[in-house]
Every structure is written in structure tokens, then in C-alpha cells.
């Protein structure tokens, strides 16, 4: 995993915890002096692990926490790089470019990504079916991820998981419905 999704869970915790807070889940979870660089990768069990930690902490299950770092995490990495939202008019817009735009961008800014794989179709304006896998299995920070990208644009949206790799489906499907007339 790359070092800025680290520093993503990094504000999100010293914003919502206070930094005594970061100290100790990084104390519990990564190697003594440990600090993410962006660009750099580490063990996807570290972010795992910080995590299920912050879970706990917060007398949340791991999905809600997920779900809440994505919608963070959207505008963390908005302010990191604020060229690639501003490339898209629209929530349908950059959800439809996610794999093709957005993935393909952060192919060239960091080396060996490790990126899920993500279709998106257009059913209808208004409605757009989407495809998810990972050998992370990170569905719900994506569903977060998606919270966020409508909160951005100002919109409203509803997400129905209809098939999830958790239940041992090979893909995720993700229902998005949103309002069509600014999405």
C-alpha cells in the first residue's frame, strides 16, 4: 500500500484523536520510527492492523471504519493532488474515469501501485453499475471513496453492494445512484 493512503488514515486519526492517538496505533502496528512517505510502498498488513485498532477504538466494526476513512481519504487525496478532481465536471464523470483517468494518472506518479480494478457503466443518468476487485478486498473504503466523490460535488448518492468478494463473489458489484441533474 502507498504511503499516502497511510498519511490519509495519519490526519484522519490526529484530526479525530489527537496525535498521542497516531503515536500508539503506529507503536502497535508498524516498525520503531516509522514515517510514510508518499510514494513509497508498505506492508498492506500495517494499514490493516491501524485499522482494526482504530476499529476498536472507536467501538466500530472494520466495514463502518473503512467507509470512513474512504470518505476522508477522497478529500485528502483531492488536496494532494487537486488537478486530477478538477478534470472531471461531474460525479458521474470522474466515477466513470476512475480506471481509465484517474488509475492511469497514479500509475505514472507512483511506481508499482498495486491498484484495484475498476469498471464502471453508465446504466442510466442517475445510475451507474460498477465493478470492484482487489486481492485487498478494500469494497468498503471504495464505497467510502464514492461518499466522498458525491460529497465533493455537492450531490446525494445511495450505493447498493449487491455482490461482494467477501462473500466469496470474484468481483464486488456496486449499485450507484445519485442525482442526475448535478451528478
Same mark, same amino acid.
Given at each position: 500500500?502507498?504511503?499516502?493512503? $497511510?498519511?490519509?488514515?495519519?490526519?484522519?486519526?490526529?484530526?479525530?484523536?489527537?496525535?498521542?492517538?497516531?503515536?500508539?496505533?503506529?507503536?502497535?502496528?508498524?516498525?520503531?520510527?516509522?514515517?510514510?512517505?508518499?510514494?513509497?510502498?508498505?506492508?498492506?498488513?500495517?494499514?490493516?492492523?491501524?485499522?482494526?485498532?482504530?476499529?476498536?477504538?472507536?467501538?466500530?466494526?472494520?466495514?463502518?471504519?473503512?467507509?470512513a476513512f474512504g470518505e476522508y481519504l477522497f478529500?485528502?487525496?483531492?488536496?494532494?493532488?487537486?488537478?486530477?478532481?478538477?478534470?472531471?465536471?461531474?460525479?458521474?464523470?470522474?466515477?466513470?474515469?476512475?480506471?481509465?483517468?484517474?488509475?492511469?494518472?497514479?500509475?505514472?506518479?507512483?511506481?508499482?501501485?498495486?491498484?484495484?480494478?475498476?469498471?464502471?457503466?453508465?446504466?442510466?443518468?442517475? $445510475?451507474?453499475?460498477?465493478?470492484?476487485?482487489?486481492?485487498?478486498?478494500?469494497?468498503?473504503?471504495?464505497?467510502?471513496?464514492?461518499?466522498?466523490?458525491?460529497?465533493?460535488?455537492?450531490?446525494?448518492?445511495?450505493?447498493?453492494?449487491?455482490?461482494?468478494?467477501?462473500?466469496?463473489?470474484?468481483?464486488?458489484?456496486?449499485?450507484?445512484?445519485?442525482?442526475?441533474?448535478?451528478?
Amino acid at each position: 500500500m502507498k504511503g499516502i493512503i $497511510f498519511r490519509g488514515l495519519e490526519a484522519l486519526v490526529i484530526e479525530k484523536c489527537g496525535m498521542a492517538a497516531w503515536d500508539e496505533l503506529l507503536e502497535k502496528n508498524a516498525p520503531d520510527g516509522r514515517v510514510y512517505i508518499s510514494a513509497q510502498s508498505y506492508p498492506d498488513e500495517e494499514i490493516i492492523g491501524l485499522a482494526q485498532d482504530v476499529a476498536t477504538a472507536l467501538s466500530m466494526t472494520m466495514p463502518e471504519v473503512l467507509k470512513a476513512f474512504g470518505e476522508y481519504l477522497f478529500g485528502h487525496l483531492n488536496r494532494s493532488h487537486p488537478t486530477v478532481a478538477k478534470g472531471f465536471n461531474s460525479f458521474a464523470e470522474l466515477i466513470m474515469g476512475i480506471d481509465k483517468v484517474i488509475h492511469v494518472e497514479v500509475a505514472k506518479l507512483y511506481h508499482e501501485p498495486n491498484l484495484p480494478e475498476i469498471e464502471s457503466k453508465l446504466i442510466e443518468d442517475g $445510475f451507474i453499475l460498477m465493478h470492484y476487485r482487489s486481492k485487498r478486498q478494500l469494497c468498503m473504503c471504495a464505497e467510502g471513496l464514492i461518499y466522498g466523490a458525491a460529497s465533493h460535488y455537492g450531490i446525494d448518492v445511495s450505493l447498493n453492494h449487491v455482490e461482494c468478494m467477501h462473500d466469496g463473489c470474484d468481483k464486488c458489484v456496486i449499485e450507484v445512484k445519485y442525482e442526475a441533474l448535478n451528478g
